[in-house]
DNA sequence: ATAATAGTGTCTATCAGACAATATCAC
DNA sequence: GTGATATTGTCTGATAGACACTATTAT
């Protein structure tokens, strides 16, 4: 793979004209999912203050800085300047899928790597009114469009919003990543992501965002089976002992243990 | 979602300068799988006749025209390019990551949308030497590097390959993408797309792309019960009736019946 | 006849889901 | 005690994998 630098390949890209070809924009953008107190899946969204689309809401996004960040950085930089939020210690950022056609934004040609990152409970406090902008957490729950089929739509503080709310194409990439995380849910270990606190909880908890998850009840006593056999009984998790939480009964309490499978 | 374009906007648009980001190149490549007459599963690699990387095999790619095509069109128009095949009728073409770290190119801040194509067998015949470059199909086998790690290499006509001669990044992206056929071919259709005939197969033919997938031989008896209770149980596929191909005794064969589940 | 392959049968261990029953604790 | 929640238990049908066995046909 690497390779030294002959004399040749140096001659040739000193003469290769960079701006051969005409580039298109490259944003990286950010789906960002967490859990509320009321143990509902929540997604942040921001209002846009600009054209095009302007008061229309929309996942955060921003330009690649060219030259000195990868698009994975990029979209790392674009959680932590909405959110405040670091995308290392224990934050699931991870590619959604990327979109290009030529008139997705009026503006030039946009192609935009999307992201979905998973946000542990109680961390994020949007902060709202940035002059320009308005970000805020939106509850995502299940309903019917006016033809009847299976649709979702958003339930803020003060305000519901629509599909039709929404800027560009982000309400496919919503969906797509909401579908996806339901589909992954089995495999991975994405719901451990949206714990409160991953070296401390309870399968309650867990139970609860699955089911955020998959806008669906689950029988406890079958997904504490599941988490024994699956977690408990292959060391993704250790025992704690129990412990009572406050007002509540004692319960068993988990540490989830990070593994390095890849998926 | 549509919206009209009232007078403020257009005024927005008309003074917006699209200069004001520099922006990196993009790219879409294509990890191109097939079957061959062995029933292994073959990669298509291009010998570069330019810097940077010259006389190293990559995957095909080619820039975006930006304004004129989207990223999956680009992607479909690479692969028609390289191969003739057209990305419609039933080639199986999807997107696999996308990379974009600022020196993975020499050249200039590229960021590459990767896909990978799974391309019936016997479809496939590279036009060799098309004057600065080289096409040719390479079985991908198994094997242990110098560490005694497991890892790949790739097996031409008349020349072997290691992942020393691979340029760029694109050992990596391989890598990938072998763990994503390999993780997706139990929920997936993707076998499918790699039988010489969608319409005329027997199970046998699927189960050696089964098996040329894994790397590892599957068991006849269980493999045709799954594809009775998974496939032929649940109308995904047509029974044809009993046929003789030449040479061999004579066999059930099926029709495969495309679905439009996402996934 | 023989060898190869198509196809059937069987056994076991595991698993998902439904649901009953018991145990523990806050109030 | 009462009610809510944690935890254990039981049953059924589906599933994966190992492997023995029979049926058919090219040679």
Same sequence: chains 1, 2.
């Avoid at 946009?110 to 946000?119: G, R």
């Avoid at 006016?146 to 599909?163: A, H, P, Q, R, W």
């Avoid at 129990?242 to 998926?263: F, H, W």
């Amino acid at each position: 793979m690497d390779q030294e630098q002959t004399a040749a390949e140096k001659a040739f890209l000193d003469q290769y004209d960079v701006s051969k070809y005409e580039r298109p924009s490259v944003t990286a953008d950010v789906i960002i999912f967490t859990m509320d107190d009321d143990n509902e899946l929540n997604i942040l969204l921001i209002k846009r203050g600009n054209h095009p689309y302007k008061d229309y809401w929309a996942i955060p996004g921003g330009f690649l800085e060219t030259g000195r960040e990868s698009i994975d950085e990029a979209a790392a930089r674009e959680l932590y300047e909405e959110t405040g939020i670091k995308a290392d210690d224990g934050i699931d950022l991870r590619q959604l899928i990327t979109v290009g056609t030529p008139d997705r934004d009026p503006r030039t040609h946009v192609v935009s790597v999307v992201y979905t990152a998973l946000v542990p409970k109680g961390l994020l406090q949007p902060k709202a009114g940035d002059d320009a902008k308005e970000a805020k957490l939106f509850k995502i729950r299940k309903g019917y469009d006016e033809n009847g089929d299976l649709s979702i739509y958003f339930v803020g503080d003060k305000c519901s919003l629509t599909m039709k709310n929404i800027a560009f194409d982000h309400e496919d990439l919503i969906v797509t990543a909401l579908k996806r995380l339901r589909g992954r849910l089995n495999y991975t270990d994405d719901a451990f992501s949206l714990l409160q606190d991953k070296d401390r909880f309870d399968i309650l908890e867990l139970l609860r965002i699955h089911e955020a998850i998959l806008f669906q009840k689950l029988d406890k006593p079958n997904f504490r089976r599941m988490f024994m056999r699956d977690y408990l009984g292959k060391h993704r998790v250790k025992e704690l002992g129990q412990y009572a939480q406050e007002g509540k009964r004692k319960t068993t309490l988990y540490k989830y243990l990070p593994s390095n499978r890849d998926i």
